[in-house]
């Protein structure tokens, strides 16, 4: 049975569930399979990287689904978003960082405004910018997110209370259906998954990284600003870090990240490292989650499987 909440009806879709815009990796194909499966994809964005979105939004806009697209606030290129803006998402959604040089572009396109928030000053911005949707994210989630955030169990019914009647999803360490079920609890209309969404065959991650997803486990991952000093990454390391799977620059520089961003050499040599490939370009971003990964199935059919878990676990709940 579908479950249906104010984000399936806003736009039109069968699930309250929605991909995360993992950049690089959330690509068309991805993004599409989620939105065939009956959730919402959304493509990726990132840095808004032309000749990237070029290649994929024509695979997502071509699926004839709602889907939409994400972008990093704090870096995305405007052109790269008005590029997507081009192609008729439904939604495009903003991520870590000053939304507004963005907003107006949005919604004179017509898309849905989905702002990603990681605490209550940025629940507040996203309410008062007029966000269509807010993403309410937990510290348990993979990839990035606050250096002194809140989990998502306490932070969601918090920013759902903020935020009524705007519809919220959770986010955050949910990777089935019984995390979808949940977040509609605790008061969201729906949840984001990224981890979950990795381990999938469309998704655009090398195949040592989808093996490394169903193999992890929770108590692998750590947060971090560590991952981003040494690749050199433009990441505002002071208020977001990245939880990823255990990795050799993390095991030298943990707790070091001050000393390691004033040794240049020290990230001169990772970069030689992952030029002969000693290192992985990228680390493995992972939530706590990841237990719960145990497969590679099609997105489509991922989406399908979470809708039908969380189903039964909402009509088990309360059951003696």
């Known amino acids: 049975m579908a479950l249906s909440t104010a984000f399936t009806k ?3 879709v069968e699930h309250p569930i929605a991909s995360a815009p993992m950049g690089g990796s959330a690509g068309g194909a991805l993004a599409a399979a989620v939105s065939r499966g009956g959730g919402l994809g ?4 990132g840095y ?3 000749d990237w979105l070029a290649r994929e939004l024509p695979v997502v806009a071509g699926a004839g689904k709602p889907w939409g697209v994400g972008f990093l606030s704090w870096g995305a290129d405007v052109r790269g978003v008005e590029l997507a803006l081009d192609y008729g998402p439904r939604a495009v959604m903003l991520s870590f960082g000053d939304p507004r040089p963005f907003v107006d572009r949005v919604r004179a396109a017509g898309a849905a405004l989905i702002l990603q928030v990681t605490d209550l000053e940025e629940a507040r911005q996203a309410v008062d910018l007029g966000a269509d949707v807010i993403v309410a994210q937990g510290t348990e989630g993979g990839g990035h997110g606050a250096r002194h955030g809140r989990s998502t169990l306490p932070f969601v019914p918090v920013v759902v209370d903020l935020a009524a009647p705007v519809p919220v ?3 955050g360490g949910i990777a089935d259906g019984r995390g979808v079920a949940a977040a509609l609890v605790l008061g969201a209309a729906g949840a984001l998954l990224g981890t979950r969404f990795q381990a999938t065959a469309e998704a655009l991650v090398d195949p040592t990284t989808a093996q490394a997803l169903v193999e992890g486990r929770g108590e692998d991952t750590e947060r971090s ?3 981003d000093i040494a690749r050199g990454a433009r990441w505002p390391s002071s208020k977001y870090t990245a939880r990823t799977l255990g990795h050799p620059s993390l095991d030298q520089w943990r707790g070091r990240e001050a000393e390691l961003a004033a040794t240049p050499e020290a990230q001169r040599d990772y970069q030689a490292a992952v030029a002969r490939g000693e290192a992985p370009p990228l680390p493995v971003w992972a939530s ?3 237990d719960l990964v145990t497969d590679l199935p099609s997105a489509a059919d991922l ?3 979470l809708a039908a878990q969380a189903d039964t676990a909402l009509a088990r ?3 003696d």
């Open 169 to 171: 999803l959770a986010a």
């Open 48 to 50: 808004g990287d032309r």
């Open 42 to 45: 959304l493509l990726g964005g």
């Open 288 to 290: 706590e989650a990841i």
């Open 225 to 227: 600003g560590v991952s």
């Open 10 to 12: 806003l736009f039109g």
């Open 317 to 319: 709940a309360g059951r």
């Open 303 to 305: 989406v399908t499987a």
